[in-house]
Protein backbone atom coordinates (compact mmCIF):
# COMPACT_ATOMS: atom_id res chain seq x y z
CA UNK A 1 0.00 0.00 0.00
CA UNK A 2 1.27 3.39 -0.77
CA UNK A 3 1.87 6.04 1.77
CA UNK A 4 -1.27 8.00 2.93
CA UNK A 5 -1.25 11.63 2.00
CA UNK A 6 -0.55 13.47 5.39
CA UNK A 7 -2.21 16.69 6.05
CA UNK A 8 -0.80 18.79 9.31
CA UNK A 9 -2.97 20.74 11.30
CA UNK A 10 -0.79 23.44 12.54
CA UNK A 11 -2.05 24.03 16.59
CA UNK A 12 1.01 23.82 18.69
CA UNK A 13 0.37 21.59 21.56
CA UNK A 14 -2.74 19.95 20.27
CA UNK A 15 -1.64 19.50 16.43
CA UNK A 16 -2.12 16.34 14.70
CA UNK A 17 -2.57 14.54 10.95
CA UNK A 18 -5.23 14.21 8.53
CA UNK A 19 -4.39 10.98 6.56
CA UNK A 20 -5.85 10.30 3.29
CA UNK A 21 -5.45 7.60 1.19
CA UNK A 22 -7.44 4.06 0.29
CA UNK A 23 -7.09 1.06 2.89
CA UNK A 24 -6.11 2.91 6.18
CA UNK A 25 -8.68 0.80 7.96
CA UNK A 26 -7.51 -2.33 7.17
CA UNK A 27 -3.95 -0.52 9.03
CA UNK A 28 -6.03 1.39 11.05
CA UNK A 29 -4.62 0.07 14.60
CA UNK A 30 -0.82 0.57 13.89
CA UNK A 31 -1.70 4.06 12.57
CA UNK A 32 -4.02 4.78 16.09
CA UNK A 33 -1.38 3.18 18.51
CA UNK A 34 1.17 6.12 17.23
CA UNK A 35 -1.70 8.56 18.57
CA UNK A 36 -3.14 7.44 21.87
CA UNK A 37 -1.46 7.31 25.24
CA UNK A 38 -2.42 3.76 26.16
CA UNK A 39 -3.62 0.97 24.02
CA UNK A 40 -7.28 0.97 25.02
CA UNK A 41 -9.84 2.40 23.16
CA UNK A 42 -13.91 3.12 23.12
CA UNK A 43 -15.58 2.71 19.56
CA UNK A 44 -18.67 4.72 18.78
CA UNK A 45 -20.13 3.76 15.47
CA UNK A 46 -23.83 3.97 14.06
CA UNK A 47 -25.64 0.72 13.09
CA UNK A 48 -24.72 1.30 9.49
CA UNK A 49 -21.20 1.74 9.38
CA UNK A 50 -20.62 -1.01 12.00
CA UNK A 51 -22.50 -3.74 9.83
CA UNK A 52 -20.27 -2.88 6.95
CA UNK A 53 -16.68 -1.86 9.05
CA UNK A 54 -16.59 -2.30 12.44
CA UNK A 55 -14.77 -5.92 11.76
CA UNK A 56 -11.86 -4.62 9.89
CA UNK A 57 -11.40 -2.01 12.30
CA UNK A 58 -11.40 -4.34 15.37
CA UNK A 59 -9.34 -7.09 13.51
CA UNK A 60 -7.03 -3.91 12.89
CA UNK A 61 -7.45 -2.86 16.36
CA UNK A 62 -6.72 -6.54 17.85
CA UNK A 63 -3.66 -7.25 15.97
CA UNK A 64 -2.37 -3.67 17.41
CA UNK A 65 -2.50 -5.06 20.80
CA UNK A 66 -5.53 -2.60 21.62
CA UNK A 67 -8.18 -3.57 23.62
CA UNK A 68 -11.82 -2.04 22.88
CA UNK A 69 -15.10 -1.69 23.87
CA UNK A 70 -17.77 -0.55 21.61
CA UNK A 71 -21.11 1.36 21.39
CA UNK A 72 -23.59 1.80 18.50
CA UNK A 73 -26.01 4.06 18.28
CA UNK A 74 -28.69 4.75 15.90
CA UNK A 75 -28.14 6.41 11.79
CA UNK A 76 -29.25 9.78 11.06
CA UNK A 77 -29.07 13.14 12.52
CA UNK A 78 -31.33 12.17 15.43
CA UNK A 79 -28.81 10.51 17.13
CA UNK A 80 -27.15 14.02 17.20
CA UNK A 81 -29.63 15.00 20.80
CA UNK A 82 -29.19 14.89 24.58
CA UNK A 83 -30.85 11.59 25.14
CA UNK A 84 -28.06 9.73 22.97
CA UNK A 85 -25.53 11.86 24.40
CA UNK A 86 -26.38 10.76 27.65
CA UNK A 87 -26.54 6.89 26.98
CA UNK A 88 -23.12 7.46 24.96
CA UNK A 89 -21.47 8.64 28.76
CA UNK A 90 -23.29 6.17 30.94
CA UNK A 91 -21.95 3.65 28.43
CA UNK A 92 -18.06 4.81 28.63
CA UNK A 93 -18.71 5.12 32.14
CA UNK A 94 -20.02 1.70 32.69
CA UNK A 95 -16.92 0.26 30.53
CA UNK A 96 -14.82 2.44 33.02
CA UNK A 97 -12.79 3.93 31.03
CA UNK A 98 -9.65 5.58 31.99
CA UNK A 99 -8.23 9.10 31.21
CA UNK A 100 -5.62 7.56 29.25
CA UNK A 101 -8.49 6.02 27.39
CA UNK A 102 -9.08 7.68 24.03
CA UNK A 103 -12.55 7.26 21.69
CA UNK A 104 -12.32 6.26 18.67
CA UNK A 105 -15.75 8.43 16.57
CA UNK A 106 -16.02 6.01 13.91
CA UNK A 107 -18.78 6.85 10.96
CA UNK A 108 -20.11 10.84 9.54
CA UNK A 109 -20.40 13.67 10.66
CA UNK A 110 -23.17 12.65 13.37
CA UNK A 111 -20.80 10.30 15.00
CA UNK A 112 -17.79 12.52 14.70
CA UNK A 113 -19.67 15.54 16.79
CA UNK A 114 -21.59 13.69 19.44
CA UNK A 115 -18.30 11.22 20.50
CA UNK A 116 -16.04 14.19 20.38
CA UNK A 117 -18.46 15.68 22.26
CA UNK A 118 -18.28 12.86 24.93
CA UNK A 119 -14.60 12.73 24.84
CA UNK A 120 -14.25 16.16 25.40
CA UNK A 121 -16.77 16.22 28.58
CA UNK A 122 -15.96 12.77 29.79
CA UNK A 123 -13.67 12.27 32.61
CA UNK A 124 -12.87 16.24 31.73
CA UNK A 125 -11.73 15.78 28.59
CA UNK A 126 -9.95 12.35 27.06
CA UNK A 127 -8.39 12.08 23.81
CA UNK A 128 -10.31 10.86 20.74
CA UNK A 129 -9.34 9.69 16.94
CA UNK A 130 -11.55 10.87 14.07
CA UNK A 131 -11.87 7.90 11.47
CA UNK A 132 -14.84 9.41 9.13
CA UNK A 133 -16.53 6.87 7.07
CA UNK A 134 -18.73 9.66 4.37
CA UNK A 135 -17.29 12.11 2.15
CA UNK A 136 -18.77 15.10 4.36
CA UNK A 137 -17.13 13.93 6.98
CA UNK A 138 -13.45 13.05 5.55
CA UNK A 139 -13.58 16.85 4.00
CA UNK A 140 -15.55 18.65 7.10
CA UNK A 141 -16.35 17.90 10.40
CA UNK A 142 -13.71 15.64 11.14
CA UNK A 143 -11.59 18.08 11.11
CA UNK A 144 -10.74 20.91 13.39
CA UNK A 145 -12.30 19.81 16.67
CA UNK A 146 -15.85 21.09 16.17
CA UNK A 147 -18.07 18.61 18.47
CA UNK A 148 -21.75 18.92 19.89
CA UNK A 149 -25.33 17.75 19.34
CA UNK A 150 -28.50 19.91 18.09
CA UNK A 151 -31.73 20.96 20.07
CA UNK A 152 -35.06 21.86 19.25
CA UNK A 153 -33.74 25.66 19.12
CA UNK A 154 -31.22 24.64 16.47
CA UNK A 155 -28.15 22.91 15.15
CA UNK A 156 -25.25 22.32 17.26
CA UNK A 157 -25.93 25.09 19.82
CA UNK A 158 -24.37 23.05 22.21
CA UNK A 159 -21.13 21.64 22.07
CA UNK A 160 -17.43 21.71 22.70
CA UNK A 161 -14.16 22.57 20.75
CA UNK A 162 -12.26 19.31 21.09
CA UNK A 163 -9.37 18.47 18.68
CA UNK A 164 -9.00 14.61 17.67
CA UNK A 165 -5.27 13.17 18.20
CA UNK A 166 -5.67 11.88 14.16
CA UNK A 167 -7.97 12.07 11.57
CA UNK A 168 -8.27 8.82 9.34
CA UNK A 169 -9.92 9.46 5.72
CA UNK A 170 -9.88 5.78 3.83
CA UNK A 171 -10.92 6.67 0.74
CA UNK A 172 -12.10 2.94 0.21
CA UNK A 173 -14.67 2.77 2.48
CA UNK A 174 -16.69 5.79 0.09
CA UNK A 175 -17.89 2.95 -2.56
CA UNK A 176 -20.05 1.46 0.19
CA UNK A 177 -21.97 4.97 0.47
CA UNK A 178 -25.27 5.64 -1.29
CA UNK A 179 -24.92 7.89 -4.04
CA UNK A 180 -27.06 10.28 -1.75
CA UNK A 181 -24.63 10.74 0.48
CA UNK A 182 -22.07 10.49 -1.82
CA UNK A 183 -23.49 14.07 -3.19
CA UNK A 184 -24.13 15.94 0.27
CA UNK A 185 -20.40 15.40 0.81
CA UNK A 186 -19.81 16.95 -2.75
CA UNK A 187 -21.28 20.09 -1.72
CA UNK A 188 -18.88 20.31 1.16
CA UNK A 189 -16.09 19.83 -1.33
CA UNK A 190 -17.44 22.84 -3.43
CA UNK A 191 -17.33 25.22 -0.73
CA UNK A 192 -13.72 25.07 -0.51
CA UNK A 193 -13.93 26.33 -4.03
CA UNK A 194 -16.12 28.90 -3.77
CA UNK A 195 -14.46 30.41 -0.22
CA UNK A 196 -10.86 30.93 -1.64
CA UNK A 197 -10.17 28.70 -4.10
CA UNK A 198 -11.68 29.57 -7.83
CA UNK A 199 -8.99 27.06 -9.70
CA UNK A 200 -10.27 24.53 -7.22
CA UNK A 201 -13.69 24.38 -8.04
CA UNK A 202 -12.57 24.91 -12.50
CA UNK A 203 -11.48 21.77 -11.73
CA UNK A 204 -13.91 20.19 -9.60
CA UNK A 205 -16.14 21.52 -12.65
CA UNK A 206 -13.83 19.16 -14.98
CA UNK A 207 -13.46 16.47 -12.55
CA UNK A 208 -16.72 16.59 -10.20
CA UNK A 209 -18.57 13.34 -12.18
CA UNK A 210 -15.47 11.26 -11.37
CA UNK A 211 -15.02 12.34 -7.69
CA UNK A 212 -18.55 11.27 -7.50
CA UNK A 213 -17.76 7.70 -9.32
CA UNK A 214 -15.03 7.14 -6.63
CA UNK A 215 -12.19 7.32 -8.72
CA UNK A 216 -9.83 6.80 -6.82
CA UNK A 217 -6.95 9.89 -8.25
CA UNK A 218 -9.55 12.24 -8.40
CA UNK A 219 -11.41 11.39 -5.06
CA UNK A 220 -8.03 11.74 -3.11
CA UNK A 221 -6.86 15.28 -4.68
CA UNK A 222 -10.81 16.50 -4.06
CA UNK A 223 -10.36 15.24 -0.26
CA UNK A 224 -6.61 16.67 0.03
CA UNK A 225 -7.12 19.71 -0.75
CA UNK A 226 -10.26 20.20 0.72
CA UNK A 227 -8.86 18.91 3.78
CA UNK A 228 -5.59 21.73 3.27
CA UNK A 229 -7.70 24.36 3.29
CA UNK A 230 -9.71 24.21 6.35
CA UNK A 231 -6.29 23.18 7.83
CA UNK A 232 -4.72 26.81 6.74
CA UNK A 233 -8.49 28.25 8.21
CA UNK A 234 -8.10 26.21 11.47
CA UNK A 235 -4.66 26.68 11.87
CA UNK A 236 -5.13 30.89 11.70
CA UNK A 237 -8.67 30.67 13.40
CA UNK A 238 -8.95 27.32 15.96
CA UNK A 239 -12.10 29.04 17.76
CA UNK A 240 -14.46 30.52 14.88
CA UNK A 241 -13.38 34.74 16.20
CA UNK A 242 -12.25 35.72 12.61
CA UNK A 243 -11.49 33.80 9.49
CA UNK A 244 -13.19 30.34 9.74
CA UNK A 245 -16.20 31.36 9.83
CA UNK A 246 -15.90 31.59 6.08
CA UNK A 247 -16.56 27.84 6.45
CA UNK A 248 -19.95 28.45 7.28
CA UNK A 249 -20.66 29.58 3.71
CA UNK A 250 -24.24 28.19 3.14
CA UNK A 251 -24.73 27.28 6.60
CA UNK A 252 -27.15 30.05 7.75
CA UNK A 253 -29.24 29.30 5.01
CA UNK A 254 -28.96 25.53 5.32
CA UNK A 255 -29.58 25.67 9.07
CA UNK A 256 -32.45 26.96 9.14
CA UNK A 257 -33.48 24.46 6.37
CA UNK A 258 -32.88 21.71 8.65
CA UNK A 259 -34.17 22.91 11.40
CA UNK A 260 -37.72 23.34 9.86
CA UNK A 261 -37.21 20.08 8.39
CA UNK A 262 -36.88 18.65 12.09
CA UNK A 263 -33.15 17.05 11.28
CA UNK A 264 -35.19 14.26 9.26
CA UNK A 265 -33.93 12.91 5.82
CA UNK A 266 -36.21 15.52 3.93
CA UNK A 267 -32.56 16.87 3.67
CA UNK A 268 -29.06 15.78 4.26
CA UNK A 269 -26.49 18.31 6.30
CA UNK A 270 -24.81 18.56 1.92
CA UNK A 271 -28.01 18.92 0.83
CA UNK A 272 -29.37 21.86 2.90
CA UNK A 273 -25.94 23.42 2.36
CA UNK A 274 -25.77 23.09 -1.16
CA UNK A 275 -29.26 25.38 -1.67
CA UNK A 276 -27.74 27.84 1.12
CA UNK A 277 -24.53 28.45 -0.84
CA UNK A 278 -26.57 29.00 -4.00
CA UNK A 279 -29.14 31.55 -1.80
CA UNK A 280 -25.78 33.20 -0.78
CA UNK A 281 -24.58 33.98 -4.16
CA UNK A 282 -28.72 35.01 -5.17
CA UNK A 283 -28.60 37.11 -2.06
CA UNK A 284 -24.49 38.59 -2.87
CA UNK A 285 -25.53 39.32 -6.74
CA UNK A 286 -29.15 41.04 -5.29
CA UNK A 287 -26.49 42.94 -3.04
CA UNK A 288 -24.31 44.72 -6.19
CA UNK A 289 -21.36 42.13 -4.44
CA UNK A 290 -21.24 38.92 -6.95
CA UNK A 291 -21.90 39.13 -10.62
CA UNK A 292 -24.59 36.82 -11.63
CA UNK A 293 -23.21 34.99 -13.89
CA UNK A 294 -21.29 33.85 -11.12
CA UNK A 295 -24.44 32.61 -8.91
CA UNK A 296 -25.58 30.85 -12.27
CA UNK A 297 -22.47 29.23 -12.35
CA UNK A 298 -22.48 27.75 -9.15
CA UNK A 299 -26.07 26.76 -9.38
CA UNK A 300 -25.37 24.93 -12.37
CA UNK A 301 -22.48 22.95 -11.20
CA UNK A 302 -24.46 21.56 -7.84
CA UNK A 303 -27.31 20.78 -9.89
CA UNK A 304 -25.98 18.78 -12.46
CA UNK A 305 -23.92 16.99 -9.81
CA UNK A 306 -27.50 15.96 -8.46
CA UNK A 307 -27.40 18.29 -5.75
CA UNK A 308 -30.69 20.30 -4.88
CA UNK A 309 -30.20 23.88 -5.60
CA UNK A 310 -34.11 24.96 -4.55
CA UNK A 311 -36.24 25.24 -1.63
CA UNK A 312 -38.18 21.55 -0.65
CA UNK A 313 -41.59 21.42 -0.99
CA UNK A 314 -42.25 19.79 2.23
CA UNK A 315 -42.38 20.33 4.38
CA UNK A 316 -44.48 23.96 2.96
CA UNK A 317 -43.19 25.69 5.82
CA UNK A 318 -39.57 24.88 4.48
CA UNK A 319 -40.87 27.60 2.39
CA UNK A 320 -41.82 29.96 4.86
CA UNK A 321 -39.49 32.74 4.52
CA UNK A 322 -40.66 34.20 8.46
CA UNK A 323 -40.29 30.79 9.40
CA UNK A 324 -36.70 30.19 8.04
CA UNK A 325 -35.20 33.69 9.40
CA UNK A 326 -36.49 33.16 13.09
CA UNK A 327 -34.79 29.57 13.03
CA UNK A 328 -31.71 31.90 11.72
CA UNK A 329 -32.14 34.25 15.05
CA UNK A 330 -31.39 31.11 17.28
CA UNK A 331 -28.16 30.79 14.85
CA UNK A 332 -25.01 30.66 17.22
CA UNK A 333 -22.90 33.07 14.89
CA UNK A 334 -25.51 35.58 15.50
CA UNK A 335 -23.65 38.62 17.15
CA UNK A 336 -25.46 41.46 19.22
CA UNK A 337 -28.97 40.41 17.58
CA UNK A 338 -27.52 40.96 14.45
CA UNK A 339 -27.39 37.85 11.44
CA UNK A 340 -24.34 37.10 10.35
CA UNK A 341 -24.15 35.67 6.80
CA UNK A 342 -21.07 34.68 4.38
CA UNK A 343 -21.47 36.32 0.91
CA UNK A 344 -19.16 36.86 -1.93
CA UNK A 345 -17.56 39.20 -4.25
CA UNK A 346 -17.74 35.93 -6.84
CA UNK A 347 -16.17 32.70 -7.00
CA UNK A 348 -13.34 32.19 -4.66
CA UNK A 349 -14.20 35.73 -3.08
CA UNK A 350 -16.03 35.02 0.25
CA UNK A 351 -16.44 37.27 3.72
CA UNK A 352 -18.35 37.26 6.68
CA UNK A 353 -20.31 40.32 7.55
CA UNK A 354 -23.26 40.84 10.03
CA UNK A 355 -24.49 44.05 7.66
CA UNK A 356 -27.46 42.64 5.66
CA UNK A 357 -30.63 43.93 5.28
CA UNK A 358 -33.44 41.48 6.44
CA UNK A 359 -35.78 42.40 3.40
CA UNK A 360 -33.07 41.19 0.72
CA UNK A 361 -32.96 38.19 2.62
CA UNK A 362 -36.46 38.31 2.92
CA UNK A 363 -36.81 38.90 -0.70
CA UNK A 364 -34.16 35.97 -1.70
CA UNK A 365 -36.32 33.51 0.34
CA UNK A 366 -39.48 34.78 -1.19
CA UNK A 367 -38.17 34.25 -4.80
CA UNK A 368 -37.04 31.13 -3.93
CA UNK A 369 -40.20 30.03 -2.31
CA UNK A 370 -42.23 30.77 -5.76
CA UNK A 371 -39.76 29.31 -7.54
Known amino acids: MSAPVRVPIALGSRSYDILIGPGLLRDAGRLIAGAIARPRVFIVSDETVATLH ?87 SSVGGKTGINTGRGKNLVGAFHQPRLVLADCDVLTTLPPRELRAGYAEIVKYGLICDADFFAWLEANGAAVLAC ?4 LSHAIA ?41 TLLHGESVAIGM ?41 RDPDRLIDHMRQDKKVRDGKLTFVLTRGIGRAFVTDDVPLDAVSAILNEAAAA
Open 54 to 140: LATLTSSLDAAGIAHASHIVPPGEASKDHRTLERLTDAMLAARIERSTAVVAFGGGVIGDLAGFAAAIVLRGIDFVQVPTTLLAQVD
Open 225 to 265: VSCRSKAEIVAEDERETGRRALLNLGHTFGHALEAECGYDD
Open 215 to 218: DRAA
Open 278 to 318: VLAFRLSARLGLCPPQDAARVAHHLSALGLPTALPTAPRSA
